[in-house]
């Protein structure tokens, strides 16, 4: 315990070195170039900082990328930056942005794993480094909110996008889904400036104000099927079991429900997931901790975290990450309402796709895996989440990885797999199995363990997805 809190001193007192670094350049009128990584907590992470630096009256720009590698560091490099900053991305490629940028002022915020490489102008900063968590302590965003806490106290409103990135990451892993750690603090400086009100409740998006079929409909973490992105089955749903949607005239919202009518809805809902084939972890996660933004205008997205992560998240997905960053530097008009249209279209896809691969039967088991080909009935920017949610949701009936295909342009084919961490612990690696089918083929492929992809050429498909089923096996076999 008592290493743990000075891991967590020495961590903050890192803040310090970033900040000087930036207070430099912006008293020189530099251009800071931020770029983050294009996901939802990437995008609340980057535009944190260009927030702080706006109030500083420093010029900057964000860029929100898929990934790092040689060829992005090399064009930064190109443009002969200032300072450049990394958000919610970078620690795991250290080596190229040290080999890219050695002399350039360069700072890295960031929770994934570091490689450790030191180089005199690049200050980085990971809480794993310290001893902390960085998976479920602190998020991109959080980190973000830490610099601007230090560049200036009177930042203490952009801890509220701290906790959006918290919850994008799916830090909430407390119990009755709290978030944890440092979190903690920055919900705690949230709550001091009036900026956030938590409670335990159901968890359905727009607690508070949003009439109750939307908030079921809305809902997308979890996802659930039959329900999420379809609020005319939500409607009948509530009827069916007997919740009044309106009384005296006035929609009702989750907080108008009695205790019993909470119950009973819980229960029913329960029986309809679980006839759906929905794991009960799912269930027990639809009570939990909700995050509260007061001042955001009520039944808009913002004003509950969870949702507010979603729209993020369908920003980045939809390849719009740049609506997304407006949002957070405060956007309410002209782009907010193209996000929202974003998304109410992200959630309707997702909810077409799994009622379209249900009704043509579209799963197909194999040997160790199941696979999914959507050849172009599914857009291969969100198979990877459809994916995801077969898997999550339990509708595969076998333990089994997903591996689902898309057509992508060109005649390439996308590939998405997503594994369980109960298969990890068994032996599958999907990362590996992606690199080495790929390597068989012309295709290119990896990621992480639970969740990996490639690309390869179409007349490949059917035989990549033998050798993902063959290596799999290995990977299962290898293990006993
Ligand atoms: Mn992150």
Known sequence: MGLQVSGREDFLRSFEGAAEVIRRHVERGDIIHIVTHSDADGIAAGSTVGRALRRMGAPFKISCEKR?????????AAESPSLVVFTD???????????????VDTVVLDHHLPLDVQSERLVHINPITCGLDGSR???????????????DGGNLDLSVLGIVGALADQQDKG?????????????????????????VDLIFYGYETRPLAQALARTTTPFLPGLSGREDRCVAFLQEIGIELKREGRWRALKDLTEEEKRHLYSQLSKHLLSEGCKPEIIHGLVGTIYLFPREEPRTPLRDGREYASLLNACARMDRPSLGVSICLGDRGRCFEEAERLFNEYRRRIAGYLEWVEEMKLIEERRNIYVLRAGSGIDDRIIGVVASILLST??????????ATAKSDEGLIKVSARATERMVRAGVDLGAAMMKAAEKTSGRGGGHDTAAGAFLREEEEERFLELVDEIVGEQLGSRE
């Open 68 to 76: 790092i590698d040689e060829g992005l560091v090399e064009s930064i």
């Open 89 to 103: 991305m970078g620690s795991g490629y250290l080596d190229i942005i040290e080999k890219h940028l050695r002399d």
């Open 137 to 151: 302590e602190i998020s991109g965003a959080g980190l973000a909110y830490l610099l601007a806490r230090t560049l």
């Open 175 to 199: 119990e009755k889904r709290a978030l944890l750690g440092l979190n903690i603090e920055i919900e705690g400086a949230a709550k001091e400036a009036g900026l956030l009100e938590t409670r």
């Open 394 to 403: 339990g509708l595969l009936e076998r333990e089994k990885p997903i591996v």
